[in-house]
C-alpha cells in the first residue's frame, strides 16, 4: 500500500504506469488495493501480475524506468539485484537483508512505511535518473559479486571452516 500511495502522490507529474509484480495474490491485500484503485482513479494506470514467468520478468525488468521494492521482509532479496543488474535504477528499504544484498548500491528510504518519502524519491528517480555510467557500475560490481562461481567458493571455504570445527 505504501507504493500504490507514493503513487498516487506523484501520478499527474510523471507518464509512467505503477506494474505490481508478485508471485501470489493475497486476498485481504488485493482487496484493499483494488479499493485504494478504485477510489482514486488509477485503473488505467496501475497492473498488478502474478506469477509471471521468467520470459515476463525478464521483459518487464528490461523494460521499467525504476524498480521499487517497499519491502518490510525479505529473506535475501534477489528481485532489487536482479533490477540492478538489468541496469534500472532500484529504490528499496533498508529492510532485513535488503541494504546488504544490494551492497548499499541503490538508492533507500529511510521509513518503509512512509508514502510521502517514498514519492519524493520515486519522482526524483523519474525525472533525474541516474546516468548509465552509474547504473552500469552497479550492476558490474552486483553482476561480480553475485557470480556463481564466486558464491560456490564462499561456500565451500564456509563449510571447511565448519568442517574444521
Not at 544490494?102 to 518519502?117: I, Q, R
Not at 547504473?135 to 568442517?163: D, F, G, H, V
Request: charged share 25%; proline share 2%; net charge negative.
Amino acid at each position: 500500500m505504501t507504493l500504490l500511495k507514493a503513487f498516487n502522490l506523484i501520478k499527474n507529474n510523471i507518464k509512467e504506469d505503477l506494474v505490481f509484480c508478485g508471485g501470489y495474490k493475497d486476498e485481504a491485500v488485493f482487496a484493499e488495493v483494488n479499493a485504494f484503485v478504485a477510489e482514486n482513479g488509477l485503473s488505467e494506470r496501475v497492473k498488478m501480475l502474478f506469477r509471471v514467468s521468467d520470459e515476463e520478468r525478464n521483459w518487464l525488468l528490461t523494460h521499467a524506468s525504476l524498480f521499487v521494492t517497499p519491502s518490510l521482509f525479505e529473506g535475501f532479496g534477489r528481485t532489487p539485484v536482479e533490477a540492478a543488474i538489468c541496469k534500472i535504477p532500484v529504490i528499496s528499504t533498508k529492510e532485513t537483508s535488503l541494504f546488504e544484498a544490494t551492497m548499499g548500491l541503490c538508492s533507500y528510504v529511510e521509513n518503509a512505511k512512509d508514502e510521502k518519502e517514498l514519492s519524493a524519491l520515486m519522482y526524483e528517480k523519474l525525472v533525474n535518473s541516474d546516468t548509465d555510467e552509474k547504473l552500469e557500475q552497479i550492476a558490474n560490481t552486483l553482476s561480480e559479486n553475485y557470480e556463481p562461481e564466486r558464491l560456490a567458493k564462499k561456500y565451500l571455504k564456509l563449510l571447511m571452516s565448519i568442517n574444521q570445527l
